[in-house]
């Protein structure tokens, strides 16, 4: 390079240094001929210091990836290395203690954020006390935690109102809103309480003076509250018996509406009109029988059921029913079979079990039980037995019925029954014109020939396509009903007037759509 031009660049290079153009003098010092040079070298030192002084002024700015950039070039100018890497430790540091920082905010933020969210406004107050001052995303949740607050003591301030005002449905309105919004205010929860024992205290009373639309009003009320479900429990289940005897009662079936509003009396004693109503029941059956016995009875033994106002669907089967008490008895199955084995194409394999007691234990025995599950049983490790309409489970060892733990204990229809860990059911009781209970056996559970229902029979077995039915078969078909008559097994349609069928076991038969097969059952592995 030519002197005169050289002696230009290195003066271009300290201009470039004294105004704060450090890289533009970096560009200039790093030409081979100026770094080369006594003076370019001395450049280059000062311009490794402003370079380090730089990065100190970003380093105290928080700007920690500019402060690395420029200690960077500082050791592109051959700069003091042990400075420069003191320094950039210094930096190192720092900069990850704030960004710890950053990122402990961060999380601090969408927790309280969340907690408030989710209406633990406490919980969210709780973090924003430990946050720093001035950050506007704290300050901003902290503006809106009090304007949650502020609504929420607003609407438990209404819901106390209409409570003490006997508006429990407004009450109950407000106060959902307000938990929704502070989900942990003890006012509330404690409010939550008052409403519901009220509630409970007025559908009892309803239940025992025979409100009974009163009653379901009042129990309505408490859907939404989910603390009120296991204190309405039983008095939701008496309301279901007397839904269902009032359905029974409006088709003209006295007899279920008698059993229902027995069950109902069983269940909660106190109330006495349960008494009048089953002596009312007791009396039409008593009275209707008579009639059919004397001389309206003699030219149609169905002539009465038919003057009554009942839906077709409901008199079919009643006519099907009371149909098949005539029914002769040749071909009869011995009443010693007392378990049967079910197969209907397309729709499972059952066990049917028609003594009133059945008992259930492991399968790998020398003597099973009735019901043979393979599992870490006892021989006999329950019984199941039917009493009049109603069916309970015993057993010596204490066992989960409905979530409940027991030894013995009523079974309700939907009751999930947990024997053991590969040991479970579900009891069910699917139609109302029939007592005959299912047990719906749980797919971890297994039983031999692959059944996964069992059925307690009590004279009747439902099949058919509907949910109603205790054999539910694929496809379009008609429903069948499956009697005991004479000790035998009979089928037939629930058309009025079709013939019944004597069912021969082991031999398969198809009716209505309907192909199944039944045969003595026999234990074998699966």
Known sequence: MFRGLLHARLKAADQAIASGRLD????????????????????????AEAFIERAREHYRADRFTEAFLALGKADRCDGSPEKIDELRKQVAAVADEVSRQRTERRHQVELAKHRIHAGSLAAGRRILENAPEGEEEFDQLKRELESREKRGAELLAQAKKRYSEKQLGAAIDRLIRSRKINAHDEAAIQL??????????????????????????DLDLLDPLESAQAAKRELAE?????????????????????????????????????????????????????????????????????????PADVRQQQNALADTIGVDARNAVSSSLAALHLLVDGGGSYLILRDSHATIGRAASNDPAQIPIFSDLGERHAEIARVEDDYFLMSPH????????????????????VLARRAKFTFRLPSRRSSSALLDISD?????????????????????????????????????????????????GMGRNEPASAVELGTPQEISGISFTIQPWTTRTI
């Open 398 to 417: 204490e066992v989960e019925i409905g979530g409940r733990r027991g030894r013995q204990q009523l079974l309700r229809d939907g009751d999930r029954v």
């Open 444 to 492: 971890t559970t297994k039983i031999p020939n692959d059944v996964r229902n069992v059925i307690l029979m009590r004279d009747t077995v439902m099949m058919g396509a509907g949910s109603s039915n205790h054999v539910v078969c694929p496809g379009q078909c008609a429903n069948l009903i499956l009697f005991e008559r004479g000790g035998g097994l009979w089928v037939r």
């Open 238 to 310: 008496c309301l279901t018996l007397a839904q269902r005897a009032s359905r029974a009662l409006q088709t003209s079936d006295f007899d279920e509406a008698r059993r229902l509003t027995q069950r109902l009396a069983t269940l909660f004693p106190q109330a006495k009109w349960t008494k009048r109503a089953i002596d009312l029941l007791v009396k039409v059956d008593e009275n209707l029988l008579q009639l059919g016995s004397g001389p309206l009875g003699d030219f149609n033994s169905n002539a009465l059921a038919n003057t009554v106002a009942v």
């Open 24 to 47: 533009d003098a970096l560009r200039i010092t790093s030409e081979a001929e100026i770094s080369a040079h006594a003076k370019g070298a001395k450049l280059r030192a000062r311009l």
């Open 192 to 217: 939550e309480r008052n409403i519901v024992a009220t509630v409970i205290k007025d559908a009892r009373s309803a239940l025992v003076e025979g409100r009974l639309a009163q009653m379901k009003h």
